[in-house]
């Protein structure tokens, strides 16, 4: 005699249906997909106390030297000492090489530890513009179009901000060592903000009529 299994009740079966329902609404939903959140809050403080006046009586300038910081452009004030005698005469490209020289330097432990870099590479020198050059061009001794990005960017606010340097608000003139006619870059806060995104090559300026 065949035996015959008891049956499950029909309304038994939607209520399973239910209950797994349930258990998979309760609670917080596993998944394998990690999810981004987005970087990590920068802690970088990007502030320090300003430089003392000159010692020894060196002389030199007061001026504000943009270093990278949280990936955009800050401004530190410094001393910037000028060399007494130098190779080059013309007093706006001695200022500009003297500015020159503070990017360059390496920021300071407290710098570094407030968040501040430089991308501006070691050896670049800055010299007198060439006859038919506009007023206040600073010759590198690179191609400006040739150097990084931020590089560029730090060295054109810099320039800008300096009363040494500009004779006011306005784009900086920088030319490299050939003959190719200077260009004209400005200090934006497009360009403070995104350093990076400076354009490589500025407005070429034409050179100024010789006199007769």
Do not use: H, N
């Amino acid at each position: 005699m065949r035996r015959v299994l008891p049956a499950v009740p029909a309304v038994l079966v939607p209520l399973v249906g239910i209950a797994l329902l349930a258990t998979a609404g309760c609670g917080i939903r596993a998944t394998t997909v990690p999810v981004d959140v987005g970087a990590a809050p920068s802690r970088v403080s990007c502030d320090t106390a300003a430089q003392p006046g000159g010692q020894s009586g060196a002389p030199g300038f007061r001026a504000t030297v943009e270093l990278v910081c949280g990936s955009q452009l800050v401004g530190v004030e410094r001393v910037v000492p000028m060399a007494e005698k130098g190779t080059v005469r013309d007093p706006v490209a001695q200022a500009a090489q003297a500015l020159l020289e503070a990017l360059e330097r390496t920021p300071s432990a407290e710098e570094r530890d407030a968040g501040f870099s430089t991308g501006v590479p070691a050896g670049l020198t800055a010299g007198a513009p060439k006859p038919g050059d506009p007023a206040g061009t600073v010759r590198l001794s690179r191609k400006p179009e040739d150097l990084p990005p931020v590089a560029l960017s730090q060295i054109v606010c810099t320039l800008a901000g300096s009363d040494t340097v500009s004779a006011g608000p306005g784009p900086v003139v920088l030319g490299g060592p050939d003959a190719d006619p200077p260009r004209a870059w400005e200090c934006t806060e497009a360009v403070r903000s995104r350093p990076e995104s400076v354009p490589t090559l500025g407005e070429i300026v034409r050179p100024s009529a010789s006199p007769s």
